[in-house]
């Protein structure tokens, strides 16, 4: 029903900046906050960034400072600047997306992108 597609990942020297992008697309009434989590190899899937419909933001403590999360409510669409990147930030990162997806649902629906890879090297 509702499809997230992530874009701008790839390799970079520390130190470096990328800009991630995820459209949702799909039967969409309306979309709730949106988020940003990656997952590096061996550790468990965590938050990175979230944004509300009302453009509230909050991130984990390791990127505040280096990381922005933006959305344009109009094209559907998250994106996560990351600027300063550091080694520690490889890793896959995710969009997530919780969604009206009919006018008459009565609860969001979560909905995942596929990934994409970031690799920092030094």
């Known amino acids: 029903q509702v499809q997230l597609?992530?874009?701008?990942?790839?390799?970079?020297?520390?130190?470096?900046s990328l800009r991630l992008s995820c459209k949702a697309s799909g039967?969409?009434?309306?979309?709730?906050?949106?988020?940003?989590?990656?997952?590096?190899?061996?550790?468990?899937?965590?938050?990175?960034?979230t944004i509300t419909n009302r453009r509230i933001t909050d991130y984990t403590d390791s990127v505040k400072g280096r990381f922005t999360i933006s959305r344009d409510n109009a094209k559907n669409t998250v994106y996560l600047q990351m600027n300063n990147l550091k080694p520690e930030d490889t890793a896959v990162y995710y969009c997530n997306a919780n969604v009206f997806v009919r006018i008459t649902d009565?609860?969001?629906?979560?909905?995942?992108?596929?990934?994409t890879q970031v690799t920092v090297f030094t």
């Open 5 to 16: 597609v992530e874009s701008g990942g790839g390799l970079v020297q520390a130190g470096g």
């Open 27 to 49: 039967t969409i009434f309306s979309i709730n906050a949106m988020a940003w989590y990656r997952q590096a190899p061996g550790n468990e899937r965590e938050l990175v960034a």
């Open 106 to 115: 009565r609860a969001l629906r979560q909905f995942w992108g596929q990934g």
